[in-house]
């Protein structure tokens, strides 16, 4: 079936970086673009980023512009979102999620989401 | 940056309920506007697209209305597993709503 399977669960001391996947399966990868949404402790959805799975380009919140980085790896259907210069605040639940509709057809809404990726930044 | 708001923050109904939901985005979005529910220790489930469309398998208890800047969610006849929280979304520039929790009375 059509799912979207993200890594475990890390922790990080302040400064590192993170790197978490997201394996798609059950669709053909580079047909549906893959986004990153985090979501602190009690608080809201947060946009970060998202790449054009076929054409590996990428756009980012400003936000989070300078320490993120989406790419993909079409061979292995998996996106991955790499923060880096790691404080407490991006203490959250990090998800990725694939649009409703084809790539060419524009941004679209997260129909498909992963299981979620608990990061904790603590010294 | 566009800037979302829901009203209410909480909403405490009973099942059978008609309960009803307002976001408003700082800016027209024209119909960009999807609505999701979340439940605690789970990933955001898609209800809503372009503002009134309702994605495939869920249920027809759920509707949405509005165009440009308001936006409403309405739950026809609250069912036990509608308690959750839900938030909107634009997808222009994709940010959140903060979230309505609709909690038993």
């Known amino acids: 079936q059509v799912q979207l399977v993200q890594s475990g669960a890390e922790v990080k001391k302040p400064g590192a970086s993170v790197k978490v996947s997201c394996k798609a399966s059950g669709y053909t990868f580079t047909t549906y673009a893959i986004h990153w949404v985090r979501q602190a402790p009690g608080q809201r959805l947060e946009w970060i980023g998202w790449?054009?799975?076929?054409?590996?380009?990428?756009k980012y919140s400003q936000k989070f512009h300078g320490r993120v980085t989406i790419t993909r790896d079409t061979s292995a259907s998996t996106a991955y979102m790499e923060l880096s210069s790691l404080r407490s605040e991006d203490t959250a639940v990090y998800y990725c999620a694939s649009d409703r509709a084809p790539i060419e057809a524009g941004g679209d809404v997260f129909d498909i989401w992963g299981q979620g990726t608990m990061v904790t930044v603590s010294a | 940056d566009i800037q979302m708001t829901q009203s209410p923050s909480t909403l405490s109904a009973s099942v059978g309920d008609r309960v009803t939901i307002t976001c408003r985005a700082s800016?027209?979005?024209?119909?960009?506007l999807a609505w999701y529910q979340q439940k605690p220790g789970k990933a955001p489930k898609l209800l809503i697209y372009?503002?009134?469309s309702l994605e495939s398998g869920v249920s027809s208890t759920f509707s949405g209305s509005g165009s440009g800047t308001e936006f409403t969610l309405s739950i026809s006849s609250l069912q036990p597993d509608d308690f959750a929280t839900y938030y909107c979304?634009?997808?222009?520039?994709?940010?959140f709503g903060p979230g309505t929790k609709v909690d038993i009375k």
């Open positions: 800016q027209s979005i024209y119909n960009r």
């Open positions: 979304q634009q997808y222009n520039s994709y940010s």
């Open positions: 372009e503002a009134s």
């Open positions: 790449v054009n799975t076929a054409n590996g380009n990428t």
